[in-house]
């Protein structure tokens, strides 16, 4: 009897104590709330506005245009064109020159007799002199040679400008294309916290919940805010960079497109070796810079050699214009420097001393041409597997956030296992980001290491 009567006081204190608590009204906890952040934006006007394509620009797009606007390109091909003016002011050695020269002479007799005079030529004077270069020992060829693979070299420079052009540019749009799929996942990962905040707060004004929850909820919240503050910054940085590599002005505003680079067949990493060899504009640069520094060389050591020239003259004189009588004239000159105190050795010293400096950065630069193409191959091949591994990351991470999230609203799970999950959800989509990212990186380190724009 007494143990009936006891569990019978113990059911009342239960179940009284579960009315009052169900009759309490929830605690709301004081938390600070703000509003999510706003990108920062370029309040001004761009006065001249390039001529850019009305929808999202592509990076082929991009690039093309960079190519055609970026000073130092304009620069180098200036430079191109000078190395032509050289090779041309070379090769006219090789050709006849004609010279056409006139005076006049009046003659005056003062005082005394004419005879004095006689022997000055007056009236009009013409002359026509047609100079050819004979025999240098093939000096001026040599000069003609050395200023050619100048000229060269300064082609495959620019052609290496705009491979660079074309590489940074690629760097920046997908930098740029990162920093906005990055700003996607924090505003994605705001919307689940407030989402989320709105489910605790739901279970506490029910009486089910925790005011803990709601705190935690708040403060996973703010968290994501400042998370997305940091990469709308960064991605207003990221098109500020992709302008001033496209030679637009910084503060446009542009409109990109995904990365989506076709990823190339690759064979193997030694044939990519020897195309880039043969390909690369810098390595073909520095050839023809070597070779200028073996004509050059040729140029030192024929510098005091016997000159040949031939020289045909007509002279006119007389008081009318052509002049009345005139002569022609043929004849051969030889100019010869048996001795200039060591200015020729010094030439050879010189050119010997640009060969061996030009041999020895060609091949470090062969080495550097190497390394670039292993390196971009390890990026592509490593970075198409994180992608594949990142793609099954997500999956899973949003599997876990669907049961935990279906755990608490059926009181079976805590709160912070959502949060926990939500974590872990973000985490697995910014490595789904940047995955991607490097192996559009790793296909522009391609191109590059290539030499192709």
């Given at each position: 009897m007494?143990?009936?009567?006891?569990?019978?006081?113990?059911?009342?204190?239960?179940?009284?104590?579960?009315?009052?608590?169900?009759?309490?009204?929830?605690?709301?906890?004081k938390v600070a709330q703000k509003k999510n952040p706003q990108p920062v934006r370029l309040n001004t006007h761009v006065k001249v506005l390039p001529n850019l394509p009305s929808g999202p620009i592509t990076l082929q797009e991009a690039v093309s245009f960079a190519l055609a606007n970026q000073p130092q390109i304009e620069n180098?091909?200036?430079?191109?064109?000078?190395?032509?003016?050289?090779?041309?002011?070379?090769?006219?050695?090789?050709?006849?020159?004609?010279?056409?020269?006139?005076?006049?002479?009046?003659q005056v007799t003062f005082a005394g007799s004419s005879a004095s005079t006689s022997n000055v030529t007056t009236g009009l004077q013409t002359t026509l002199t047609l100079k050819q270069l004979l025999y240098d020992s093939s000096h001026t060829l040599s000069l003609f040679h050395e200023e050619s693979s100048l000229q060269k070299a300064a082609l495959y420079t620019l052609q290496a400008?705009?491979?660079?052009?074309?590489?940074?540019?690629?760097?920046?749009?997908?930098?740029?294309?990162?920093?906005?799929?990055?700003?996607?996942?924090?505003?994605?990962?705001?919307?689940?916290?407030?989402?989320?905040?709105?489910?605790?707060q739901a279970r506490l004004k029910s009486g089910i919940g925790l005011p803990s929850d709601m705190v935690n909820a708040e403060t996973a919240l703010a968290q994501g805010q400042v998370l997305l503050s940091t990469a709308q910054m960064n991605t207003r940085n990221a098109l500020v960079n992709l302008a001033l590599q496209m030679g637009l002005d910084p503060r446009i505003k542009l409109n990109i497109a995904s990365a989506n680079e076709p990823i190339p067949v690759?064979?193997?990493?030694?044939?990519?070796?020897?195309?880039?060899?043969q390909?690369?504009?810098?390595?073909?640069?520095?050839?023809?810079?070597?070779m200028a520094d073996k004509n050059a060389l040729s140029v030192a050591r024929t510098n005091n050699d016997p000159t040949l020239n031939g020289d045909v003259e007509v002279l006119g004189r007389g008081n009318s214009l052509p002049p009345g009588t005139g002569d022609l004239l043929a004849g051969v000159s030889v100019s010869y420097s048996p001795y200039d105190g060591g200015y020729t050795a010094g030439l050879i010293q010189q050119a010997k001393a640009d060969i061996a400096s030009g041999n020895a950065q060609l091949l470090s630069l062969q080495q550097q041409v190497i390394s670039d193409v292993s390196n971009a191959y390890v990026n592509l091949m490593s970075a198409q597997e994180r992608a594949?591994?990142?793609?099954?990351?997500?999956?899973?991470?949003?599997?876990?956030?669907?049961?935990?999230?279906?755990?608490?609203?059926?009181?079976?799970?805590?709160?912070?296992?959502i949060l926990t999950a939500q974590a872990a959800l973000v985490s697995a989509r910014l490595d789904q980001v940047n995955s991607d990212l490097s192996v559009q990186l790793a296909i522009a380190q391609l191109h590059f290491a290539l030499g192709e724009d």
């Open positions: 007494f143990y009936h009567r006891f569990v019978s006081v113990i059911c009342m204190v239960t179940m009284s104590m579960t009315v009052c608590i169900a009759q309490t009204p929830p605690i709301i906890p180098d091909a200036a430079l191109v064109e000078a190395a032509r003016g050289r090779a041309n002011q070379a090769a006219s050695g090789l050709y006849p020159s004609l010279n056409i020269g006139g005076s006049y002479t009046p400008q705009k491979s660079d052009t074309a590489y940074l540019v690629s760097q920046a749009y997908d930098n740029a294309v990162l920093a906005q799929q990055t700003e996607q996942v924090q505003e994605e990962n705001v919307a689940n916290r407030e989402q989320q905040l709105a489910l605790s690759i064979s193997n990493v030694d044939d990519l070796t020897s195309q880039a060899l390909s690369r504009p810098d390595i073909n640069a520095d050839k023809a810079i070597v594949s591994l990142a793609n099954a990351e997500v999956v899973n991470a949003q599997q876990s956030v669907n049961i935990a999230d279906g755990r608490y609203k059926e009181g079976l799970g805590l709160f912070q296992d």
